[in-house]
């Protein structure tokens, strides 16, 4: 699976932005999506998932309450809504598709990353 991340910039804190992953080369629905951040100087870091068994979301507790993960399979997507942004979700993200249905942490394909950086 070919995975590519978009939406990403700069952001004042207290803003929005709206992260969104295309995949191509194979279906998405049988897959759990996630995504990873990775901080400068941090190791990368799962923060988001949901499953394609009922749609189960996950989130790391750094985000929960301000992001949201949706999925399309239709459209081949899935999105990450992330509101009320700070300096310390400055990082790269991505897209991910796990090793099995349900949200395991467990990565199998990666997306390039988008650079999210949270400034005043």
């Known amino acids: 699976v070919q995975l590519a991340e978009s939406g990403g910039g700069v952001v004042q804190p207290g803003g929005s932005l709206r992260l969104s992953c295309k995949a191509s080369?194979?279906?998405?629905?049988?897959?759990?999506l996630a995504w990873f951040r990775q901080a400068p100087g941090k190791e990368r870091l799962g923060i988001s998932c949901?499953?394609?068994?009922?749609?189960?979301?996950v989130y790391d507790d750094s985000v929960r309450g301000r992001f949201t993960i949706s999925r399309d399979d239709d459209k081949n997507t899935v999105s990450l809504q992330m509101n009320n942004l700070s300096p310390e979700d400055t990082a790269v993200y991505y897209c991910?598709?796990?090793?099995?249905?349900?949200?395991?942490?467990?990565?199998?394909?990666w997306g390039q990353g988008t650079q999210v950086t949270v400034s005043s």
């Open positions: 949901i499953s394609n068994v009922d749609g189960i979301t």
């Open positions: 080369g194979e279906n998405l629905d049988h897959y759990a």
């Open positions: 991910v598709t796990e090793v099995a249905a349900y949200c395991s942490g467990v990565a199998l394909d």
